[in-house]
């Protein structure tokens, strides 16, 4: 990761969960480096699965996946930073009396001070916070500061910010596109609330059922979105009632409404839907790999060699 820029491919990329139900199918995407990707898609889409294969806590098959010109699972993680939402609800975090500035000088606050304080800024954390006594979307905000104290070149966020306020948010997310322009990383953001992320993606990917429907530069795909709708006439009330409901979120915001209404529409009622995937919630069980996969991984490299 420290040699090769930070960008992220995979290939074919498909996986299986123990039970044999399948995860993610057939995924190729190509992301460069100092990009900011927003993984688009439904609950149980596969966002999540995805993410912990790219983060190395799931052994995906060999060849499949590329962070930084290595295999996350197989080479190591150095660079690679994964924040999910499981962490506020463990509860050492939420029942210990345990002080924001010792976390921070947990993971290399003392090391790192002015992203320490950039961080305790942009967050607005107050370090004497005592986490048991504080509030979800605080304890978020020392999650964030915790996770992206030291330098990353790889940014993996799964529905990270669902907890922090609007104008938080919006300066996280600003911070994020500071980072990308001025340093070598690269982001990938799973979300389901666009807002103030009008312009903020440099690329898209659009998640259903396990696989990848389109991917691509941000701009391309909300351009593609624009020609369509003005050349399209059938469904024009729903369309234009869709239109209407997506202002506030600019052209991003329609075009996430038309894929999430079409995936819909292709699917059916979940109560109808029988193809043989694992729900998202296998993602999360059992100890493993960083503290979430399944498999042992000393075993699983033995037998993919």
């Given at each position: 990761?420290?040699?090769?820029?930070?960008?992220?491919?995979?290939?074919?990329?498909?996986?299986?969960?123990?039970?044999y139900?399948?995860?993610?199918?057939?995924?190729?995407?190509s992301?460069?480096?100092?990009?900011?990707?927003?993984?688009?898609g439904?609950?149980?889409?596969?966002?999540?699965?995805?993410?912990?294969?790219?983060?190395?806590?799931r052994?995906?098959?060999?060849?499949?996946?590329?962070v930084?010109?290595?295999d996350p699972?197989?080479?190591?993680?150095?660079?690679?930073?994964?924040?999910?939402?499981?962490?506020?609800?463990?509860?050492?975090?939420?029942?210990?009396?345990?002080?924001?500035?010792?976390?921070?000088s947990?993971?290399g606050?003392?090391?790192?001070?002015?992203?320490?304080?950039?961080?305790?800024?942009v967050?607005?954390?107050?370090?004497?916070?005592?986490?048991?006594?504080?509030?979800?979307?605080?304890?978020?905000?020392?999650?964030?500061?915790?996770?992206?104290?030291?330098p990353?070149?790889?940014?993996?966020?799964?529905?990270?910010?669902?907890d922090?306020?609007?104008?938080?948010?919006?300066?996280?997310?600003?911070?994020?596109?500071?980072?990308?322009?001025?340093?070598?990383?690269?982001?990938?953001?799973?979300t389901?609330i666009?807002?103030?992320?009008?312009?903020?993606?440099?690329?898209?990917?659009?998640?259903?059922?396990?696989?990848?429907?389109?991917?691509?530069?941000?701009?391309?795909?909300?351009r593609?979105?624009l020609?369509?709708?003005?050349?399209?006439?059938?469904?024009?009330?729903?369309?234009?009632a869709?239109v209407?409901?997506?202002?506030?979120?600019?052209?991003l915001?329609?075009?996430?409404?038309?894929?999430?209404?079409d995936?819909?529409?292709?699917?059916?009622p979940?109560?109808?839907?029988?193809?043989?995937?694992?729900?998202?919630g296998?993602?999360?069980?059992?100890?493993?790999?960083?503290?979430?996969?399944?498999e042992?991984?000393?075993?699983?490299?033995?037998?993919?060699?």
């Amino acid at each position: 990761m420290a040699t090769q820029p930070p960008t992220i491919e995979t290939n074919n990329l498909t996986y299986t969960f123990p039970n044999y139900d399948t995860g993610v199918s057939n995924i190729t995407i190509s992301l460069p480096a100092r990009s900011r990707t927003l993984l688009i898609g439904a609950n149980g889409a596969g966002k999540t699965t995805l993410l912990r294969l790219l983060a190395g806590k799931r052994m995906a098959p060999a060849g499949s996946i590329r962070v930084g010109g290595v295999d996350p699972f197989k080479d190591g993680l150095e660079g690679v930073t994964y924040l999910g939402l499981e962490w506020v609800l463990n509860s050492v975090v939420r029942a210990g009396d345990v002080g924001v500035s010792e976390l921070l000088s947990s993971v290399g606050g003392d090391a790192f001070p002015d992203r320490r304080d950039e961080l305790v800024s942009v967050l607005d954390i107050d370090t004497a916070w005592r986490m048991h006594a504080v509030s979800d979307g605080e304890r978020r905000r020392v999650q964030l500061a915790m996770g992206l104290i030291r330098p990353w070149t790889v940014l993996l966020l799964d529905e990270i910010t669902v907890d922090l306020d609007v104008w938080s948010r919006a300066q996280f997310l600003s911070f994020l596109r500071r980072e990308t322009e001025t340093r070598e990383c690269t982001v990938v953001y799973a979300t389901h609330i666009l807002d103030n992320l009008a312009g903020w993606p440099t690329h898209l990917v659009h998640m259903h059922l396990g696989t990848v429907k389109g991917w691509g530069p941000a701009e391309e795909l909300l351009r593609r979105e624009l020609d369509e709708v003005v050349a399209r006439e059938e469904e024009k009330e729903e369309e234009e009632a869709m239109v209407g409901a997506a202002k506030g979120n600019s052209r991003l915001g329609q075009l996430v409404l038309r894929w999430l209404r079409d995936d819909l529409r292709e699917r059916g009622p979940r109560s109808q839907h029988r193809v043989q995937r694992g729900p998202e919630g296998w993602t999360y069980s059992s100890p493993g790999i960083g503290g979430y996969g399944l498999e042992s991984k000393a075993a699983m490299e033995e037998d993919r060699d």
